[in-house]
Every structure is written in structure tokens, then in C-alpha cells.
């Protein structure tokens, strides 16, 4: 990368930190984690969902994702979600790429096959942070292009310990 480009991608990180602080304890918290998590990382769409290790998902927002999606991932997949059951099974924060959880069962089955398949996404990877008790709010960056390429999942892990803190931020204000 040149040298200009990586000035501008570093000046458009800090930003995206100085609002994400900015916001801990607001109600624009999460849109504003999303846009640091999202900042340099290529991505076509947003889900944020909270995993509970004892309770049923709940959909937190979305960009670029229907309504008419999130309904049916409620509805028809949330069962099969391979994030929620990895949440319900490690409960650890983490980066956590749908690569590392998708066996070749998961890929024929009902959340990959059928609902990644139906939103036109072709790759996932989640970002859980500890949301309280058994709880967890993940945010999802999702391509529709190709899939995360392994230096933006390092990036990622690089920067977790930041969203974490800032996630931690936001629940005790």
C-alpha cells in the first residue's frame, strides 16, 4: 500500500475510534463500534445479533440486509446458526470467521446452504463481545463478493482487545 493510502486508512481508523469512544454509554454505541470494526475491513453488509447461552437470538439492527431476511433467520434459522451455537457452547469472546466453524455438514446445511445462501452472502465473520450474564452482542461483517481474505481476520484479532474494551465501556456507563 502507498503511502498515502495508508495515511488516509489510518486517519479514517482514529475517527472512527475518536466517535466510537465518543458514543460509549450513548444509544449510537453499537453504530458507531460498527463503523470502527468496519472501517478498513471490505464489507457489503452489517447483522448485529445478541446470543444468550439459555435464550433465543434477538436481532439488534442490520445495514444493507432486509427486514424480510431478518424475519426469516428469527424464524427458520436461528437454530441452525453456527455462531449462536458456538456462543452457547464456548461462550468466549472472539473473531470468530464462519471458515472456522463450517465443517462439511454445516455447508450443506440450513444456515449456509440455505440462509447465507438466500441473503447472498458468501462469507461471515463474527465479532463477540461479552454483552452481560450469559449474553453476547455479535456484529457481523458479510461479504457478497468473496470471502475475508486472512489479513483482514488477523486485523481483526489485532483490534479486538479495543472493541472489547470499548463494548465494556459502553455497559458500565
Given at each position: 500500500m502507498d503511502q498515502r493510502k495508508e495515511l488516509m486508512r489510518d486517519e479514517a481508523i482514529w475517527q472512527a475510534l475518536a466517535r466510537a469512544i465518543a458514543a460509549a454509554g450513548t444509544p449510537d454505541h453499537v453504530d458507531?463500534?460498527?463503523?470502527?470494526?468496519g472501517a478498513d475491513i471490505a464489507h457489503d453488509l452489517v447483522t448485529v445479533t445478541r446470543y444468550s447461552?439459555?435464550?433465543?437470538p434477538e436481532f439488534v439492527k442490520h445495514r444493507r440486509f432486509s427486514d424480510a431476511l431478518v424475519r426469516r433467520y428469527l424464524e427458520n434459522y436461528a437454530v441452525f446458526d453456527p455462531f449462536y451455537a458456538f456462543w452457547r457452547r464456548e461462550r468466549r469472546s472472539g473473531i470468530v470467521p464462519l471458515r472456522s466453524l463450517a465443517d462439511d455438514e454445516a455447508k450443506r446445511?440450513?444456515?449456509i446452504a440455505g440462509f447465507l445462501a438466500q441473503a447472498e452472502i458468501v462469507d461471515e465473520v463474527g465479532i463477540l463481545l461479552e454483552d452481560g450474564g450469559d449474553w453476547c452482542i455479535g456484529i457481523f461483517?458479510?461479504?457478497?463478493?468473496?470471502p475475508f481474505r486472512d489479513r483482514e481476520i488477523a486485523l481483526l484479532g489485532e483490534r479486538l482487545p479495543v472493541f472489547s474494551a470499548l463494548h465494556a465501556l459502553d455497559l458500565r456507563a
Open positions: 458507531r463500534l460498527i463503523d470502527l470494526i447461552a439459555t435464550r433465543a446445511g440450513q444456515y461483517l458479510d461479504s457478497t463478493q468473496r
